[in-house]
């Protein structure tokens, strides 16, 4: 059994409103319109950190819960570009954030499912080995570029979390499971080999591919791989509490609640609003505040679906045990 004992998040105190996105002055009438739907009131600016610095700020806040001090591991969950190529973030992460005695690795590439399968990763770690004191996961996000705007999914906003997972803890995982289909592997990129940074633009190869295409086989793949989590507990869809995604858009959350006759959380929406979506770090921002806002009780049960467009998806199964820590002061 593992659980996530701790989460903490980051996010940088300057706000952007939507309205003043830089690149919101370059975008045509149809992309506007989508941007005004999106459900995304203001993205917070990291102000030129990097990925990898928020993630260590976020590592150090959790690294106040002496729990967490005590980990044997350190999986850093990729940013979207790193700062160098043949450099360890990973390793980097470790040294900055004061994990001396634990091991490192990077965990990446399967977009916002990489949160996913880091603490699936560390779920094999605690299982193969009784003694390991803990795993750290964190995740820092900044955008691929200069632009905000992911055409035609959402807006991209600075930010990231930290959990500490271990034998036991307020956020039990029941249940895990992950897919992937490499058809999609490239229907988003940057072309940035022999381009400036000032130049970099995540460019979604085919529309239609990604909003009907995908869209289906979404539908597809989370209703079989809920279904049989679930009948592996014994249980069915009713039985859940809480259903828990990544903030992409209202729309998204539409879809979702509409194909599985669900109710997404309101801690997703709040956050959506608030913060744009925070890539693999969206799943730890609403888990926390669904815990801090009381929407999320001892004894309920959370169903997290996680997806990016590689094509990966997620499903995981948690039992609320009992409260989280207090954030720590930044």
Known sequence: MAAISNIVTVLPEKRLEVAAVAERERLSGPDLAVVEQLGVAAVRDADGRSATDLAVEATRLLLADGDAARAGAFLLVGGR??????????????????????????????????????????????????????VVVAHGCTPPGPRRYRRPVTLNGDGAMALHLSQDGPLRILDMTLETNGEYWDLFQVDYLGQSFDAWTEVCRDTRRYSFSLAVETRKRFGRMNDDMLARQGLAIEDVDHF?????????????????????????????????????????????????????????????????????????LIEVTGPLPEMPAA
């Open 244 to 316: 828990v995604t990544q903030n992409l858009s209202s729309g998204s959350f539409d879809f979702y609640e509409q194909n599985f006759d669900i109710s997404i959380a309101r801690a997703c929406r709040r956050n959506l609003r608030e913060y744009g979506h925070v890539g693999s770090s969206d799943i730890g921002l609403n888990l926390r505040a669904g815990m801090d806002d009381g929407e999320f009780q001892p004894g309920d049960l959370v169903l997290v679906m996680n997806s990016a467009p590689v094509a990966a998806w997620s499903s995981m």
């Open 81 to 134: 570009y790193p700062q160098a190529l043949m450099a360890s973030e990973a390793t980097r992460a470790q040294r900055d954030s004061g994990l001396t005695s634990a091991f490192a690795l990077g965990v990446s590439e399967l977009g916002c499912v990489s949160v996913s399968a880091a603490l699936l990763t560390g779920r094999g770690l605690l299982a193969a080995d009784a003694a390991l004191p803990g």
